[in-house]
C-alpha cells in the first residue's frame, strides 16, 4: 500500500467530522417543512387534497431529474462546494413563497384553485431544484473526503444526526409560532407557516457558512482527474447486482421516512384528535431519540455484517410501530409518544445504515460516486412524489370515515400511509438486506470518538 494511499484510509479528525455534518442543515430543515407542513399548509389554505397532491409530486419529479443531471456534472467536472453553494442560495431564495401567499395571484388577481396549484407547484419545482443539487454534491462528497469506511459511516452519521437537529429547530419554531398566533383566517395560516419557513432559512443559512468556512474541496476527486482516471460509465453500475440492492433498499428507506413523517401531522390531529402543539410535539420526541441513536452509532467501528444488523433491527422495530399506528385508538392518543420513541430509534437504524450501504458499494470508485447518489436520489424523488400524490389524493375521500359512528377508532388513509405502508416497506427492506453481499472494508477506528 502507498504511503498516499495509506493516508487517505486515515480516520478523521473530530472536526472534519463536524463540518462537514453541518453542511446538510438547510437541506434538512426545510425539508422538514416540505415533508410535514406542506399538505397540511395548502390543505388549510383552501386547496383540494387533489391539488395540493398535484403541488407536491411536481417538486419530487423536479428534484428526482435534477439529481441525476447534478450527478453527472459532478462526476465529469467535480466542484462539489460550488453546486452546494448554488444549490443553498436558490433554496433560500425560493422556499419562502412555497409556504407564503400566491404572489402570481396577486399580481393577476385571480385567486383561482388552478391558479394557486400553478404557483405553488412553480416555486415547489424552483425550490427542489436547489436541493437536489445541495443534496448530492453533500452525499457524493463523502466517498471523496476518505477512503476510510468507519469513517465514511460517521459522516453519514453525523450528518444524520445534524438533520435530527435541523427537524428538531423546525418543530420548535412550529409549536412556539402554532401556540402564539393562532389560526384563523387564511391571512393566519399564510403567516403562520411564513414565520416557519423564515426562522427555517435563518437557521440553515448559518450552518451553510459554517460548512463552507469548514471544510475544504474535497482533494480525492481532483488526484483522480489529475492522474487520468476515466470517468466510469453507467453501465458499469448497471451491471452490478449490488447497485440494484442498494437501490432498492435506499428507495425503501426514504419511502418510510417521507411517508411517514407527510402523514404524521394529519394523523395526530385528525385520527387521534390530539391539540394541535402535538403537530410539533410528536415529531420532536421522534427526532430527539434519532438524534441520540445517530451520535452513539458514530462511535462503532464499521463493517458490513454490522450495517446489514443494524439496518435489520430499524425495520423491525418500524414493522412494530406501524402495527401500534394502524390500531391505536383515539382513547390511547398519549400512547403515540411511546410510538414516537420507537419510531425515531428505527429512523435513525435504516437511514445512517441505509445511506452507508451507499458509500460500500462506491469503494474506491470515485469517478462515478455522483451518479450513484444522483440515480438513487432520482427514484427516491420519483416514488415518494408518486406515493405521497396517491395518498393525498384519497384524503379527501377520508372525511366521512373519520366522522362516521365509531369516533373511538377508525381506518383511514392516514392511517394507512403512516402504519402500513412505512411497516411493508422496512419489511421489503430487511430482506433485501440479507441477500446483501456488501465488500469487506479495512477497519480502522474513528482518530477522535465524537463523544470524548
Known amino acids: 500500500m502507498t504511503r498516499s494511499r495509506r493516508g487517505d ?25 416540505w415533508f410535514t407542513y406542506l399538505l397540511v399548509f395548502l390543505t388549510d389554505i383552501g386547496l383540494p387534497p387533489r391539488d395540493a397532491a398535484i403541488v407536491m409530486l411536481t417538486g419530487q419529479v423536479a428534484d428526482g431529474f435534477t439529481t441525476v443531471f447534478a450527478g453527472e456534472l459532478i462526476d465529469r467536472y467535480g466542484r462539489f462546494k460550488v453546486w452546494h453553494g448554488a444549490g443553498s442560495a436558490l433554496v433560500a431564495v425560493s422556499f419562502s413563497s412555497v409556504f407564503g401567499g400566491c404572489l402570481p395571484c396577486k399580481i393577476l388577481g385571480s385567486y383561482s384553485s388552478s391558479m394557486r396549484t400553478v404557483s405553488y407547484s412553480f416555486f415547489a419545482a424552483i425550490f427542489n431544484i436547489g436541493w437536489a443539487a445541495t443534496q448530492v454534491s453533500h452525499m457524493s462528497m463523502v466517498n471523496c473526503i476518505t477512503l476510510n469506511s468507519t469513517s465514511r459511516v460517521v459522516l453519514a452519521s453525523c450528518r444524520n444526526a445534524f ?15 402554532f401556540n402564539i398566533n393562532t389560526k384563523g383566517s387564511v391571512i393566519d395560516v399564510e403567516n403562520q407557516y411564513r414565520w416557519i419557513a423564515y426562522s427555517s432559512i435563518l437557521i440553515g443559512c448559518c450552518f451553510v457558512v459554517i460548512f463552507h468556512l469548514g471544510t475544504a474541496e474535497p482533494r480525492l476527486k481532483r488526484e483522480a482527474r489529475e492522474k487520468g482516471h476515466t470517468r466510469i460509465s453507467w453501465t458499469y453500475w448497471f451491471n452490478k447486482l449490488l447497485y440494484y440492492q442498494v437501490a432498492i433498499v435506499y428507495v425503501l428507506t426514504r419511502l418510510v421516512t417521507n411517508v411517514s413523517q407527510a402523514f404524521l ?26 438524534f441520540i441513536v445517530s451520535v452513539l452509532l458514530q462511535e462503532i467501528t464499521w463493517n458490513r455484517n454490522r450495517v446489514k444488523a443494524f439496518y435489520s433491527c430499524g425495520g423491525l422495530l418500524w414493522m412494530i410501530s406501524g402495527a401500534g399506528i394502524l390500531f391505536l385508538p383515539i382513547s390511547m392518543n398519549y400512547f403515540m409518544y411511546v410510538l414516537s420513541i420507537v419510531i425515531g430509534v428505527a429512523n435513525a437504524l435504516i437511514m445512517v445504515s441505509g445511506v452507508s450501504m451507499q458509500s460500500f458499494l462506491v469503494g474506491d470508485d470515485l469517478n462515478g460516486c455522483a451518479f450513484v447518489y444522483g440515480s438513487l436520489s432520482f427514484m427516491d424523488k420519483i416514488l415518494c412524489g408518486l406515493a405521497l400524490s396517491v395518498l393525498e389524493s384519497y384524503q379527501s375521500s377520508t372525511e366521512e370515515v373519520r366522522n362516521c359512528h365509531r369516533p373511538n377508532f377508525s381506518f383511514s388513509v392516514t392511517r394507512f400511509g403512516l402504519g402500513l405502508v412505512p411497516a411493508i416497506c422496512a419489511l421489503i427492506g430487511v430482506l433485501v438486506t440479507l441477500t446483501m453481499k456488501l465488500p469487506e472494508p479495512a477497519l480502522v477506528p474513528l482518530m477522535e470518538p465524537l463523544l470524548a
Open 9 to 33: 484510509e486515515s480516520p478523521l479528525g473530530r472536526c472534519s467530522v463536524l463540518y462537514y455534518g453541518v453542511g446538510h442543515m438547510l437541506n434538512d430543515i426545510t425539508s422538514a417543512c
Open 265 to 290: 401531522a394529519f394523523y395526530t390531529i385528525n385520527d387521534l384528535q390530539m391539540t394541535q402543539s402535538s403537530k410539533a410535539l410528536v415529531p420532536a420526541v421522534i427526532y430527539i431519540c434519532s
Open 163 to 177: 438533520t435530527m437537529i435541523a427537524n428538531l429547530s423546525v418543530y420548535a419554531v412550529a409549536f412556539v409560532v
